[in-house]
Structure formats: structure tokens, C-alpha cells
């Protein structure tokens, strides 16, 4: 692995610093595993690894997962990552979502206003912005072949019998936050799926040798 490191950025940094690897429970290290094995096997063969993150709305988890994966890429110093998200349908880039990110360090900015916003995320002052919005999974800005789809959520899982494309599908699936909208938990409750999300994708990166 080359040893030219991209630098994220402090707030980021922090807060990955701050996850507990151990907090992941046996069961879900095991739902984690092909995601290893996958990202290993690409390290390995030296070859690209593309990871479109799928939710059914591509709204808050595929999003949240998409941009920890491309960070958590950086972090742990693996090349060749180009993570992606995609839905079954298309909604827009919730703003919560959006919020914590921002609240967690990334930058944000948004790009294209409108029903489906087009947000510019970055994660360190060099690296390419991860460009964040909603679309379906197979759209022309996703990758058509030689990618992992990771499905983040049960429904998405469901409604998704065949993913073109895909060699390989993973369900690594997460509460949605949204039925804490409109509440006085939303803020807390879309901070701790992010950190959750964090966890668990990092902790991914961080198996990779």
C-alpha cells in the first residue's frame, strides 16, 4: 500500500478516533465480513474497488454509508476506492443527513439547488469531493460493472431481487433514522446512526492488510 496518505480532516479525524471497534457485537462483524473479504481480495489482485451503497430511497443510509466509506477508505490508507449510492428510487439527499455529516467534520457545499439537491462533501482539503445525490442505482453516474453492492437497509434488500453488474451483493442493513423525524430525538437519533455507520464501515478499512 503506498504510503502517500491523504490527510482528512482534524474534526473527522477526531471522531474516528473516538470509535469503539469493540462495540461491534460478534454478529454483526460477521455481517461485516464480506465486505472485508471483498475490498481484500481487490487489494490483493491490485485491482479498483467500487462500492455502490444502496438504500431504498437513496436518502439518509445509503448516503451516510457511501461518504464513511470513501473517508474510511482514506484513512486507513487503501487506494483505488470508489464508493457510490444509489436507490430503487430516486427522492432527494435528506437534509438531516446532510446536517450531521456537517456536524461531524465534512465539508459541505451545496451545488445544485432544487427537488434533488447536488451537494459537494468533503472529507480532506485534496481529495476529490464526494458528490451527493439521490438517484437510482443503476443510473448513469453509478458504476454498470465490477462493482460490490452493498445494501443498507432490509427493504432496499427485498425490492432489489437482481442488481445488474454487481459482482457481488452484500446486505450490511441499518435502522433508518427517519422515524425519529419531526421529533425532539431527530438530531441525536441521525448523530447516532452516523456514528454507527462510521463504526462499522471503519472498522471494515481497518481489517484490510
Same mark, same amino acid.
Given at each position: ?110 451545488? !445544485?439547488?432544487? *427537488?434533488? %439537491?447536488?451537494? /459537494?462533501? =468533503? +472529507?480532506? $482539503?485534496?481529495?476529490?469531493? &464526494? ?47 427517519? !422515524?425519529?423525524? *419531526?421529533? %425532539?430525538?431527530? /438530531?441525536? =437519533? +441521525?448523530? $447516532?446512526?452516523?456514528?454507527? &455507520? ?12
Amino acid at each position: 500500500m503506498s504510503s502517500n496518505k491523504t490527510i482528512i480532516f482534524s474534526e473527522i479525524e477526531n471522531v474516528i478516533n473516538t470509535l469503539n471497534f469493540e462495540s461491534i457485537s460478534e454478529e454483526r462483524k460477521i455481517i461485516l465480513q464480506p465486505l472485508v473479504d471483498f475490498i481484500q481480495e481487490k487489494v490483493n489482485n491490485g485491482q479498483e474497488i467500487r462500492l455502490n451503497l444502496i438504500c431504498t430511497h437513496n436518502s439518509r443510509r445509503s448516503h451516510l454509508s457511501q461518504v464513511w466509506a470513501q473517508t474510511a477508505a482514506a484513512r486507513y490508507n487503501i487506494k483505488n476506492v470508489f464508493c457510490y449510492s444509489g436507490g430503487t428510487e430516486a427522492t432527494a439527499l435528506f437534509p438531516m443527513a446532510a446536517k450531521t455529516l456537517s456536524k461531524q467534520g465534512f465539508q459541505i457545499k451545496t451545488i !445544485a439547488e432544487g *427537488n434533488n %439537491p447536488v451537494y /459537494a462533501i =468533503k +472529507y480532506s $482539503e485534496n481529495a476529490h469531493p &464526494i458528490i451527493g445525490f439521490s438517484k437510482p442505482f443503476d443510473d448513469v453516474f453509478n458504476p454498470k460493472s465490477e462493482f460490490a453492492a452493498i445494501l443498507t437497509c432490509s427493504s432496499a434488500d427485498q425490492g432489489c431481487p437482481f442488481i445488474a453488474g454487481a459482482e457481488k451483493r452484500i446486505a450490511i442493513t441499518f435502522e433508518d433514522p427517519k !422515524a425519529f423525524d *419531526n421529533t %425532539p430525538q431527530q /438530531a441525536e =437519533k +441521525y448523530e $447516532e446512526r452516523s456514528l454507527q &455507520i462510521a463504526t462499522e464501515i471503519c472498522y471494515a478499512f481497518s481489517q484490510i492488510k
